[in-house]
């Protein structure tokens, strides 16, 4: 079910038995998505990487994600674009930009207990049964379900990233981090650039991060070079040398010893495979 709004505003929330035929034809640019799995063995490849997902596990993808599938089951699917919604001006309001959508590298797994499996069940349905109304208080009944299933989403992410363990203003750090990182890739390599941008000290979020994560700033970094440079290798053909010009490296052999010591292989090795 799909809800198309004078301004370009699109939102679509469905139960689907296959979900290829609506990730495979995306028509509508910039959506956000997300998608529960409601069966088990869900191979996908996502980034030129394989995953595979186990029933009620929940992954959210941007527009810049490249999905291919090999096998899905029944699955609920739900798309977004900034027009009816932007996360980004109203992050007061949910608090997921950097790390639901518009994170680092990683992608977001989310894992629901039983307890949020039921609260998100409940809100899912209001949001598909105001799918079927056609008063003017649609737009924004929609939005406030989006709203509510987002947050819901953003307290599984930080239940489980261990994101309790720290004061909420320190939380707005680390997803501030994840967001400055996903926009300054390309320009800034090192945990100080992005220490400077934050006005913070590179040793205060190397702690930060110590209470949170399994992975350090630094590791952040690189983690979304390596993302861009698969997805680069992967799905175009543009030549090695400009990959890494592109990337931020000073020449080719810089980014060829970056690439082999995080993938265990060469740019063109790894294209070849």
Known sequence: MKYLGRTDEYFEITDLDDASTILNNNTVKGLLTVIWFE???????IDAQQYAFAKDEIITLTGFHKISIQSIGKTKVLRFNKPFYCILDHDSEVS??????????????LKPTEDELDRLKSV???????????????L?????????????????????????????????IVREYHYLV???FRKYHLVTDYAQLLNKSPKTLSNLFGKTHNRTPLQLI????????RRIIRYTDQPVSEIGYDL?????????????????????KFKEA
């Open 96 to 109: 997921c930009k950097g790390i639901l959508f518009y994170g680092s590298a990683r992608l977001p797994l």
């Open 39 to 45: 069966d088990d063995n869900n191979r996908l490849t």
């Open 140 to 172: 924004e009944m929609l939005q406030m379900m989006l709203k509510r299933l987002l947050i819901l989403f953003t307290r599984i992410y930080k239940r489980q990233d261990n994101f309790e363990a720290i004061a909420t203003g320190e939380v707005d």
């Open 124 to 138: 899912w349905k209001m949001a598909t049964d105001e799918m079927t109304a056609s008063d003017g208080l649609q």
């Open 248 to 268: 931020g490296f000073r020449d080719v052999q810089s980014f060829s010893r970056f690439f082999k010591k995080h993938e265990g292989i060469s740019p063109s």
């Open 222 to 229: 690189q983690d979304r070079i390596m993302l861009e440079a």
């Open 182 to 184: 996903e926009q300054h």
